[in-house]
């Protein structure tokens, strides 16, 4: 999930009995006011940096298209095309959960990037994708790295049909070229019976609900859980979201730059699971200053960055271990 505030301009239509059930009435273009100067891809500005080039720029008017609206058991779907992209919003919040980029610019400058990096450094075999969304994690995966057995977990099948139908998904569920392919599953990614009996190779792990990672994710027993389900030498990927509510005080502003990641509650646990076998990140601010955590010893990190796409070879060299902490 990623911050990105789109003011709409259109209002939910009641529904009639002439509408099936979840389903808004189709609507026509619509004007967004989005804070963005010209040289800003809206997939790449958060809340704060909105307001602050609202302050130091005219406020200028985007045309975005509302390709579908709609209710499911889960969410509140809404799917948006811009000039330079289409991205998925979901909730009540409206935060960007995929974006598929057009043109020759495939890179979306967020967290779904940084996913790209994971399969050099664990073992040959499936990598798990749990919270699939609209898929911008496996499209860019399979991209840089066709040969991929990619399993993909998301509980809402309304979702995933529309990601079918917006997002490409179904071409990344055929075998390409080298024998790759996405496998789409819609289940609980929690659920026993999801378990691949050899072990994935690794795990990247985006699950958010209302804005927020989900709850389980602050507890031990569900990392312990989860890496159960991993062959020996695999690791976990995992967006963690932002700052932690529950760790915002005042003993934060003294932490050093080596220990900032204990504002994160999803790494806290990790690091309570798997004590000095979990690394972090920041996103950059104007990546949208997620925290990502990886599981297992440190990778060589210039090994790893000469191996990876030239655009993410510095950003691999940012993770850094988690100092212990009491």
Not at 7 to 31: D, E, Q, W
Request: charge should be negative.
């Amino acid at each position: 999930m990623f911050w990105f505030s789109l003011v709409l301009s259109y209002k939910p239509i009641a529904l009639t009995s002439a509408h099936r059930p979840g389903i808004f009435p189709p609507l026509p273009p619509t004007t967004f006011k989005s804070r963005s100067s010209s040289t800003c891809r809206p997939c790449c500005c958060t809340k704060s940096d909105l307001t602050k080039q609202d302050e130091e720029t005219p406020e200028e008017e985007e045309t975005f298209q509302v390709l579908t609206a709609v209710k499911s058991k889960y969410n509140d779907i809404v799917i948006v095309d811009t000039p330079k992209s289409r991205m998925l919003l979901l909730d009540s919040t409206h935060n960007v959960h995929s974006v598929l980029q057009k043109g020759d610019e495939k890179w979306t400058g967020s967290y779904w990037d940084e996913f790209a990096t994971l399969p050099p450094i664990v073992p040959e075999g499936p990598i798990a994708i749990y919270g699939l969304g609209g898929g911008t994690a496996a499209h860019l995966m399979l991209d840089v790295w066709p040969s991929l057995q990619l399993q993909g977990w998301e509980i809402d099948e309304i979702l995933i049909d529309k990601a079918r139908e917006y997002f490409g998904l179904s071409n990344l569920e055929r075998c390409n070229k080298v024998g790759g392919r996405l496998e789409v599953h819609i289940d609980d990614a929690f659920s026993p019976r999801q378990h691949l009996p050899a072990g994935y190779a690794g795990i990247i792990i985006d699950l958010f609900y209302d804005g927020k990672a989900l709850s389980q994710l602050q507890e031990v027993e569900t990392w312990l859980e989860l890496s159960d389900r991993l062959m020996p030498d695999g690791r976990l990927m995992v967006n963690c979201g932002g700052v932690s509510e529950s760790s915002i005080d005042g003993k934060l502003h003294h932490q050093s730059v080596d220990d900032v990641w204990i504002q994160n509650s999803t790494i806290k646990a990790l690091a309570k699971a798997f004590p000095g076998q979990v690394n972090w990140k920041r996103m950059p601010k104007r990546q949208g200053q997620n925290y990502l955590a990886l599981t297992g010893l440190l990778p060589d990190l210039t090994s790893w960055s000469a191996i990876v796409p030239g655009c993410l070879s510095e950003s691999v060299k940012q993770w850094k271990p988690c100092r212990p902490f009491h």
